[in-house]
Protein backbone atom coordinates (compact mmCIF):
# COMPACT_ATOMS: atom_id res chain seq x y z
CA UNK A 1 0.00 0.00 0.00
CA UNK A 2 1.17 3.48 -0.52
CA UNK A 3 -1.56 5.43 1.39
CA UNK A 4 -4.66 4.90 3.52
CA UNK A 5 -7.86 6.55 4.26
CA UNK A 6 -9.47 6.63 6.78
CA UNK A 7 -12.73 8.62 5.81
CA UNK A 8 -14.65 9.24 2.57
CA UNK A 9 -12.95 11.14 -0.01
CA UNK A 10 -15.83 12.80 -2.15
CA UNK A 11 -16.50 14.42 -5.05
CA UNK A 12 -18.04 18.29 -3.89
CA UNK A 13 -21.36 18.74 -3.26
CA UNK A 14 -24.09 21.17 -2.56
CA UNK A 15 -27.17 21.13 -0.46
CA UNK A 16 -26.71 17.71 1.69
CA UNK A 17 -24.26 15.38 3.18
CA UNK A 18 -22.76 12.15 3.12
CA UNK A 19 -24.20 9.46 5.52
CA UNK A 20 -22.60 5.91 6.06
CA UNK A 21 -21.39 6.44 2.13
CA UNK A 22 -24.23 7.93 0.61
CA UNK A 23 -25.40 11.43 -0.52
CA UNK A 24 -28.58 12.74 1.07
CA UNK A 25 -29.72 15.87 -0.86
CA UNK A 26 -31.97 18.35 0.79
CA UNK A 27 -34.84 20.15 -1.33
CA UNK A 28 -37.26 18.97 -3.58
CA UNK A 29 -35.07 17.66 -5.86
CA UNK A 30 -32.35 15.98 -3.78
CA UNK A 31 -30.18 14.23 -5.75
CA UNK A 32 -29.44 17.33 -7.49
CA UNK A 33 -26.58 18.43 -5.59
CA UNK A 34 -24.25 15.47 -5.67
CA UNK A 35 -21.01 16.31 -8.26
CA UNK A 36 -20.27 20.31 -8.21
CA UNK A 37 -17.47 20.41 -10.43
CA UNK A 38 -17.84 24.29 -9.80
CA UNK A 39 -16.36 24.06 -6.40
CA UNK A 40 -13.18 21.94 -5.12
CA UNK A 41 -13.53 18.29 -3.59
CA UNK A 42 -11.17 16.49 -1.91
CA UNK A 43 -10.95 14.08 -4.37
CA UNK A 44 -9.80 16.99 -6.65
CA UNK A 45 -7.17 17.81 -4.47
CA UNK A 46 -5.98 14.47 -3.77
CA UNK A 47 -6.01 13.55 -7.34
CA UNK A 48 -3.93 16.91 -8.42
CA UNK A 49 -1.46 16.63 -5.83
CA UNK A 50 -0.99 13.15 -6.49
CA UNK A 51 -0.48 14.44 -10.27
CA UNK A 52 2.01 17.35 -9.25
CA UNK A 53 4.04 15.02 -6.63
CA UNK A 54 4.87 12.97 -9.08
CA UNK A 55 5.85 15.55 -12.44
CA UNK A 56 7.72 17.28 -9.56
CA UNK A 57 11.34 16.17 -10.08
CA UNK A 58 12.93 18.36 -12.55
CA UNK A 59 13.54 15.39 -14.51
CA UNK A 60 10.01 14.60 -15.06
CA UNK A 61 9.15 17.96 -15.78
CA UNK A 62 9.65 19.58 -12.50
CA UNK A 63 5.59 20.54 -12.11
CA UNK A 64 4.49 23.08 -9.24
CA UNK A 65 0.75 22.32 -9.91
CA UNK A 66 -1.74 20.07 -10.93
CA UNK A 67 -5.12 20.35 -12.69
CA UNK A 68 -7.73 18.33 -12.86
CA UNK A 69 -11.13 18.27 -14.79
CA UNK A 70 -13.69 17.80 -12.29
CA UNK A 71 -15.74 16.18 -14.74
CA UNK A 72 -13.21 13.34 -14.71
CA UNK A 73 -13.89 12.37 -10.92
CA UNK A 74 -16.99 10.56 -11.53
CA UNK A 75 -16.75 8.32 -8.02
CA UNK A 76 -15.78 8.74 -4.58
CA UNK A 77 -13.52 6.89 -2.62
CA UNK A 78 -15.29 5.30 0.25
CA UNK A 79 -13.87 3.94 3.14
CA UNK A 80 -16.05 1.79 5.19
Request: no cysteine; net charge negative; hydrophobic share 35%.
Amino acid sequence: PVRSSTADITTAFTGGSYVNGRYVGSGPQPTTGRDDRANESALGDLVANALRDTLAPSNLGGAQIGVVNPGGLRAELLYA
